[in-house]
């Protein structure tokens, strides 16, 4: 009895060193980095060029948008992951055109379970505090959801650190998991809305990107359109569909204001498509009657050869509904 | 034993409900469910606050039905709803092999005494119920460790997805717990949890020890349970065995089963299903009451007043010349009134959707302890909610409508210009910085949620290694800014962020913004004028060139709101009279004083002036002009008309732009000032002899400007500026475009004078200011002109 109650030295070193073992053991997994291995732009059979569709029901022109470059089937085959990146930034209803419009993002949900897609995700990672406030307003996650989708936050753990080769601004950064990298996605589509921006004048597709990292967000903001390209270097975006079909002119990226809000047949109502970003962004930028070169981020984005800025070289399909 | 398990029961599900409306509180309130309502059955919390605030809280009607049960039940909340008590009771078996003889002191009058203390300083001003009302501590304590654990939880789940390799785990660990955002532990938690801690460890002692002896809400209802029906009766069959006694949690049997003390009792009926004699009942019997000494009592009443003004040390006010030193949440009191109010139960710490409020530790003083406060660098408030005043059980935070909120600022952003990217990268930028290398930064800008932005840029052009760039500072438009913090949340500078929000006064303001006002009823039918159309409004900027295309641009260069139009038909002739509203009534003033230029006064009671049938008025933000038509109508009936439509403007006089009155009465030409921001109206005065393209005096939207003629041909000009550089680098580059036009400067005390062709001129800069007038007829006069005028600057 009494002995049983003592420790003996020999038990004492066994003890001491299982216990270091195992906490070190665990501390070294949770300190351990894998390699990270990128995913590849998705092989398809999507016509090159621009599809522009003009109307008044989102969900049914961003269909007929997809559907001019050959539909959703020619990107998305059965048993893909596919992410849906739509803009879920900032705590402000649909109509405020601050974030993306809840019917597209269904619309392109269903497009991809149709055409046989195992996993549908929407996330984004929005800059304010609670991400559950912007996804509930914005009305993405409900409507997503009921589409077929699988809507989660973000998960601040999951971000891994790539590598990016020739950047202007950045060597490395910090990107989401769930949208790079190989095992986890197939296809990748990107769903900016087209809004105004007081640091980077508009935010279109390639500044949409700014979604899925991390580390220090703040800082990107200096340089901002070299950093912009930069992030999109690693980021292999299968499909963009801009959003225009309301338009925030001024006081973006927030907005907040019905005024600034461009609801006019000319000035929006258009979703438009490509797999080329920058091919977007140049057609979205015409909206505010922005030259595609005066715009930073689109200049040197051609330059690195992310894409072209000429929109109109390589087909542009007109969709009127 | 049947009993004893119902109590059980009861207490569980109690507990239950109450965690539930903890952690659920958010969400339950958005549907607007009283979530609160544990704190709101306080009747100490009722009497404290009603007492210091001295003022009847409504909100407080729950805690009369506690009154009144406790009138029939006796303290039969203690043991059975009590969360605090219940959380007490589980710690007291967990520790009932290690509870020791030693015994602490068993005084059951400290909690009257605490009650007295309690009651005595919230007459006197300062309420403190709320460190010990058992209602707040327990939801405050259950916020806190609830929060510890979900950090832990939430870590070691991030840690083993981590291991495992896949799937967000700590994600779904944090979702399941209910967390919206990372559960984060913060300073003033410690002491919150240092308190259970020790309300917890008496039971190694006694059980139920915090509640027999020192919860002063158990005083309170034992106060009122005096004539309850379910006292305990011991009947004849008693054999004195004591075991009751022994194993009473309140300690509150005596003389060996038999005797009860008053108001002590619970109800918790262990002794009826221990008693080996089923000699106990509950109803009808007697108590003994407590015996209190006098001399506490006195010597209670005299420490609370003695307490008070060590209660009242508030370092941080002072520091603060008393200024507020801490944000709190929107809608809250005025600071005196908010704490008087306040229960620091932290209800709206658990409900805010960022985590944005906090406990505050002494930030607010002593008597501040645990009230809430705003710390912006971990979460800010949310634009559009209004959770926090819907949840407060005390009113201390009132409930906002979601427009009232939007208009309700609970501080002010400051920008340091020494840790700001642009600004002090601006200062350093080197001559031989990369093209690409930018310093803009607009984190802060982009992020601020107010629809026209409270942060904006001023565009600076700078020439760095032989290419122009463009530097981008932001600035603060005071007005609008509703101190909600996302901005220094967002700043990217480390450590201290280049922005910080100051608290300001509760219930501080932002003035209306560009809504434009009802004006429609202005504009009714008179005796002798008839409304022959409108009134046609133009809401906006952009629909102003839709009335005057090609003529908006002077009226655009002012905080333009709306104009409304109408057209109206005299017997004598017809007019039509234009009412503009706009942002500020100095800027009201200014197109006013813009457009009667060359009109003379008139007699009308406000602010006047006509030229023939032509008439200008200004009163308020408003500005009426009526310009006649043909058949040009007599100039008295248009006074008439202008008389009617003044009394029914919706705004009372205001006086001119503050700039004005620094101008010099003597010689002045009456109705000579015209008050303006941009270089546009500058040039349309004809101030400088000739048309100059630059913009050498560096006027833009932020600056103000007032000009005003002398006898004879002399010109005066005043420019008030955000800051003190720019005046001093236009009044150099004024001077270097005098040089270059061949004139001579010479220099007196700080002033700048010159000779040119239509007389003598002068200028100088001060402070925010700069000064200038231009064709004296003499050196002397110029220079004791401005002499003047910068005297009444610098007063």
């Known amino acids: 009895m009494e002995k049983d109650d003592k420790l003996t030295r020999r038990e004492f070193i066994q003890w001491a060193l299982t216990a270091g073992a195992v906490l070190g053991g665990l501390g070294y997994l949770t300190k351990r980095k894998r390699k990270p291995r990128l995913k590849k732009f998705k092989p398809n059979s999507l016509r090159d060029g621009v599809a522009v569709a003009y109307g008044e029901d989102p969900a049914l022109m961003t269909e007929r948008a997809v559907a001019a470059l050959g539909g959703m089937s020619a990107l998305v085959s059965p048993d893909d992951v596919v992410v849906i990146k739509p803009n879920i930034a900032w705590d402000r209803a649909p109509e405020f055109c601050a974030t993306t419009n809840p019917e597209v993002v269904a619309s392109l949900v269903r497009m991809c379970r149709r055409a046989g897609a195992k996993l549908v995700k929407v996330f984004d990672f929005p800059p304010t505090r609670n991400p559950s406030l912007p996804y509930k307003t914005s009305g993405i996650a409900e409507s997503a959801e009921r589409a077929g989708a699988v809507v989660k936050f973000v998960d601040p753990n999951r971000f891994v650190t790539l590598q990016i080769p020739d950047g202007y601004a950045l060597s490395e950064w910090d990107f989401y998991a769930e949208a790079v990298l190989e095992d986890e996605v197939d296809v990748l589509i990107n769903v900016p809305v087209a809004k105004h921006h007081g640091t980077s004048r508009l935010t279109l597709a390639l500044k949409n990107i700014f979604g899925i990292v991390d580390r220090d967000r703040g800082d990107l903001h200096r340089s901002i359109h070299e950093k912009i390209v930069d992030l999109n270097r690693v980021v292999r975006v299968d499909l963009t569909v801009l959003d225009a079909y309301r338009v925030l002119r001024r006081n973006g990226p927030t907005g907040g204001r019905l005024e600034d809000v461009d609801n006019s047949p000319e000035g929006a109502r258009r979703i438009i498509v490509s797999k080329d970003p920058v091919a977007v962004d140049a057609c979205g930028a015409t909206l505010f009657g922005i030259g595609p070169k005066e715009i930073g981020f689109i200049r040197l984005a051609e330059e690195a050869g992310l894409g072209s800025s000429d929109f109109k070289a390589r087909g542009f399909y007109e969709v009127k509904l | ?795």
């Open chain 2, 1 to 795: 034993m049947k009993k004893n398990r119902l109590r059980w029961l009861a207490q569980l599900l109690c507990f239950a409900i109450f965690f539930l409306f903890l952690i659920g509180g958010g969400t339950l309130k958005s549907r607007d469910l009283p979530s609160e309502i544990f704190l709101r059955l306080s009747p100490l919390g009722a009497i404290a606050t009603i007492s210091a605030s001295k003022k009847l809280i409504s909100l407080y009607l729950p805690a009369l039905g506690l009154v009144v049960l406790t009138l029939i039940l006796g303290r039969a909340f203690c043991g059975w709803v009590c969360p605090l008590g219940t959380m007490i009771d589980l710690f007291d078996w967990l520790f009932r092999k290690l509870r020791s003889v030693t015994k602490l002191y068993d005084g059951r009058r400290i909690k009257y005494y605490l009650l007295l203390f309690i009651v005595l300083v919230a007459l006197l001003g300062v309420e403190i119920s709320g460190w010990f009302d058992p209602l707040s501590i327990a939801t405050r304590t259950g916020w806190v460790i609830y929060n510890y654990l979900g950090f832990i939880l939430v870590q070691s789940a991030a840690a083993v997805s981590h291991i495992v390799g896949t799937s967000g785990l700590s994600c779904s660990v944090k979702h399941l717990l209910g967390f919206q955002i990372e559960p984060y532990p913060v300073q003033s938690h410690t002491l919150i949890l240092l308190v259970f801690l020790a309300i917890v460890l008496f039971g190694l002692s006694l059980r139920r020890y915090w509640c027999r002896n020192l919860c002063p809400l158990g005083a309170l209802l034992a106060l009122f349970s005096s004539i309850n029906l379910f006292k305990r009766k011991v009947s004849e069959s008693c054999t004195d065995c004591g075991k009751c006694q022994r194993n009473c949690r309140m300690g509150c049997i005596v003389s060996d089963g038999k005797g009860t003390l008053a108001g002590e009792c619970i109800l918790c009926m262990d002794c009826q299903s221990l008693c080996p004699e089923s000699a106990i009942r509950f109803g009808g019997g007697s108590e003994e009451s407590l015996d209190f000494s006098r001399r506490r009592f006195v010597a209670t009443a005299v420490g609370s007043v003695v307490a008070i003004p060590m209660l009242r040390l508030n370092f941080a006010r002072t520091r603060s010349k008393g200024y507020p030193p801490v944000i709190r949440p929107p809608g809250a009191l005025e600071e005196e009134e908010f704490l008087q109010q306040c229960v620091r139960c932290a209800e709206c710490v658990v409900v805010c959707p960022t985590g944005a409020l906090h406990p505050a530790l002494f930030e607010s003083g002593v008597e501040g302890l645990w009230s809430p406060v705003l710390i912006p660098r971990i979460g800010y408030c949310v634009r559009d909610c209004t959770l926090c005043g819907r949840v407060c059980p005390s009113g201390a935070i009132r409930r906002l409508s979601l427009e009232g909120k939007h208009a309700t600022s609970i501080g002010k952003a400051r920008f340091d210009h020494n840790r700001c990217i642009p600004w002090s990268g601006y200062k350093n930028l080197r001559t031989d910085a990369p093209v690409w290398e930018d310093i803009n930064c607009a984190v802060c800008e982009e992020v601020c949620p107010i629809p026209t932005k409270a942060i904006r840029f001023k565009v600076v052009l700078e020439r760095v290694a032989g290419t122009e760039r463009e530097i981008r500072l932001p600035y603060l438009v005071e007005d609008l800014c509703t101190g909600c913090g996302f901005c220094e949340y967002a700043c990217p500078v480390k450590g201290t962020p280049a922005i910080v929000v100051e608290g300001v006064r509760g219930t501080a303001r932002v003035p209306k913004g560009a809504e434009p006002t009802a004006l429609g009823s202005v504009f009714a039918e008179f005796p002798d004028w008839k409304r022959t159309s409108g009134p046609t409004p133009y809401i906006g900027k952009k629909r102003l060139y839709e009335y005057i295309n090609g003529g908006a641009e002077p009226y655009l260069t002012y905080s333009f709101i709306q104009v409304i139009t109408c057209k109206y038909e005299s017997k004598s002739g017809r007019t039509v009279v234009d009412l503009w509203e706009m942002e500020s009534s100095d800027d009201a003033f200014g197109v006013f004083s813009y457009d009667r230029r060359h009109a003379e006064p008139a007699t009308l009671p406000d602010v006047s002036a006509k030229v023939g049938s032509s008439y200008y008025l200004w009163r308020g933000r408003f500005f009426i002009r009526m310009y006649p038509a043909k058949p040009i109508p007599e100039p008295e009936e248009v006074e008439r008309l202008a008389e009617a439509l003044l009394r029914r403007l919706p705004s009372a006089p205001k006086k001119p732009p503050r700039l004005l009155s620094f101008f010099p009465e003597e010689g002045k030409i009456p109705g000579s000032e015209v008050y303006f921001h941009t270089k546009f109206i500058f040039d349309r005065l004809g101030v400088l002899e000739r048309f100059v393209k630059e913009n050498v005096l560096l006027l833009g939207r932020d600056t103000e400007c007032a000009v005003a003629s002398y006898e004879p041909e002399a010109r005066a000009l005043c420019v008030r500026y955000p800051d003190t550089i720019r005046p001093r680098n236009a009044l150099s580059s004024l001077i270097e475009l005098w040089r270059k036009w061949g004139r001579k400067i010479s220099q007196r005390e700080g002033i700048s004078l010159s000779k040119e062709e239509q007389g003598f001129s002068s200028l100088t800069a001060r402070g925010n200011y700069l000064l200038a007038c231009f064709g004296f007829t003499s050196e002397q006069q110029a220079f004791s002109f401005i002499k003047k005028m910068s005297g009444s600057v610098s007063e």
